[in-house]
């Protein structure tokens, strides 16, 4: 009986960010406010891909900040444009919402891998584009949470964070979240050359560097 329960959160949850994902780009606008700052995320949707100078700006953001992220590569639009619809869009437990504040747009944070067990998830892609409006990254964060626990019913978040990002870890530190175990990673070769990625798990080696596996409390 109690699978049955959580076969039932399961595809009620996936088909609810499917269908979000597919609807009109601004539908899913969550209001948000930090201080006396108001401000929405928006859910991206499939429509997204044919907006160039949105996966520009997405592809712009990512390269300024690849140090933050496990492989480094080339950007252009058309790959930026392939990964949203290949490993956004079409991933059924990833979403991720952009950062709009007078007209502009600042960042992004996202919910990916649903634990569906334990109602939680990671919060992910958690990005600031722009230099402006100091505090909205966290604000956005919250405003992202808060929405998922009264809208897909999740009970808590987890993060992963590379070991030596240490603004970011202060960042989570301050929202809540906590260390609870480290995973090694190594460098292995990918597409563009050497990328990072988790060890496997009888891995024994030192590791250089780790992610960092934080939840809320
Ligand atoms: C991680 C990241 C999103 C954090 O962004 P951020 O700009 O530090 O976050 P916020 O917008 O919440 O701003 C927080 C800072 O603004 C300050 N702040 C908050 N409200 C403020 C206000 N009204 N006036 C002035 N400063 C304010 C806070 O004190 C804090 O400063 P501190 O870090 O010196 O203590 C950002 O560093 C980033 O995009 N890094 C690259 C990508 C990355 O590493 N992502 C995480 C991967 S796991």
Redesign the pocket.
């Known amino acids: 009986m109690e699978n049955a329960f959580k076969d039932d959160f399961k595809s009620l949850t996936l088909t609810k960010i499917q269908k979000l994902k597919h609807g009109r780009f601004g539908r899913t606008s969550i209001k948000c406010s930090c ?1 006396d700052l108001r401000f929405v995320i928006i859910l991206l949707t499939s429509e997204c891909a044919k907006n160039p100078d949105l996966m520009e700006l997405l592809g712009r953001w990512r390269k300024e ?1 690849e140090a ?1 992220y496990l492989s480094q590569f080339p950007i252009s639009t058309e790959r930026t444009t392939k990964w949203f619809i290949d490993k956004l869009v079409e991933v059924p437990d990833r979403m991720l919402f952009i950062i709009e504040i007078s007209g502009k747009y600042i ?1 992004h944070v996202g919910l990916f891998r649903f634990n569906f067990d334990k109602r939680t998830c990671e919060i992910d892609n ?3 584009g722009e230099k402006d409006f ?5 604000c956005a964060v919250r405003g992202m949470t808060d929405w998922g626990r009264r809208n897909l019913k999740l009970r808590g978040y987890t ?1 992963k ?1 590379l070991s030596d ?1 240490l ?2 870890i ?2 989570y530190q301050k929202l809540g979240y906590e260390e609870v175990s480290r995973i090694p990673l190594i460098q292995v070769s990918g597409r563009d050359g050497l990328e990072w990625s988790e060890a496997p798990q009888d891995y024994e080696g030192e590791a250089a560097r780790y992610y960092i596996v934080m939840e809320s409390g």
């Open positions: 201080s900040n933050y960042g958690i990005l600031r100091p505090g909205i990254m966290g993060l964070v990002n603004s970011a202060r960042f």
